[in-house]
């Protein structure tokens, strides 16, 4: 009997507790990443009270988070921007207050768009979304190790023979600057080379349409720019053309 009063009771407090909190409450604040010109949940579905946050993940990042349905347009990421402009790990929060259906889409990208729909049951606005999405962009600078020339006094405009090694492909940027006889930099021209992984055979200094290599003393200023443009650390190289 005991057992059977106690099985009764048990019931009893499980469906006050299903009374007290619905299921549909369950639901919590929610983070959307934006990646891949599409979000990463195209239908969220949220209690009322709570927030969305939407997160620029990359590597595409021009999106703006715009309300286009009637009781969305009062909300928009790039209020008073033509073009959406945002780096990677930016965040856009709402918190939606009346229960119903909110479509967005970015207004440079019309297909970038998704919806939010929110019930009538009071929700947590407290609630925890969880950690940050991870970023789907490279914002790791690519590195020079042993850049080498063949020599460093130069006779003629043909430049000299130099070996690169560059931890990720891209770009190789090479901006000179002349010596004047107190030893200051007077800018005088650039190179650009598009390198590879590995060591990269190149010529530095040899003429060319930004660059004369008159004779005198240089200094090459040197940057590896990877596909993401990130940009190394500046290495430079010293040498001389000779009259």
């Known amino acids: ?38 979000w990463t949940i195209k239908e969220v579905h949220i209690n009322l009270g709570e927030k969305v946050t939407w997160e620029w993940l990359g590597p595409d990042l021009m999106h703006s988070v715009t309300g286009v349905s009637p009781n969305a347009v009062q909300w928009d990421s790039d209020a ?14 709402i918190q939606f207050d009346e229960p119903g259906e909110y479509i967005f889409e970015c207004k440079m990208h019309s297909f970038v768009r998704g919806k939010v729909i929110v019930s009538d049951v009071p929700g947590d606005p407290n609630s925890n979304p969880g950690p940050p999405l991870p970023l789907k962009i490279d914002l790791t600078p690519p590195t ?5 020339l063949a020599k460093t006094k130069l006779s003629g405009t043909k430049g000299v023979h130099m070996n ?35 060591i990269n055979n190149l010529r530095l200094a040899a ?12 200094l ?4 590896a720019t990877d596909e993401a ?5 500046p290495l430079t190289k010293s040498f001389v053309i000779l009259g």
Not at 144 to 148: N, Y
């Open 144 to 148: 020079m190790g042993e850049v080498k």
């Open 80 to 93: 008073g921007k033509s073009v959406p402009m945002h780096q990677a790990g930016d965040e856009y929060t």
């Open 1 to 38: 009997m005991v057992h059977r009063r106690l099985a009764r009771v048990a019931a009893l407090i499980f469906c006050l507790a299903g009374l007290l909190w619905p299921a549909g409450a369950l639901a919590t604040n929610t983070r959307v990443g934006i990646s891949n010109y599409e």
């Open 207 to 218: 003429r060319s349409k930004h660059f004369k290599a008159r004779p005198g003393r240089y």
């Open 220 to 223: 090459a200023v040197l940057r």
């Open 229 to 233: 443009n990130n940009t190394s650390k």
């Open 164 to 198: 690169a090694s560059i931890s990720e492909g891209g770009k190789l940027e090479a901006e000179y600057f002349r010596l004047n006889s107190k030893g200051r930099r007077v800018y005088n021209g650039y190179q650009e080379w598009g390198t590879y992984v590995g």
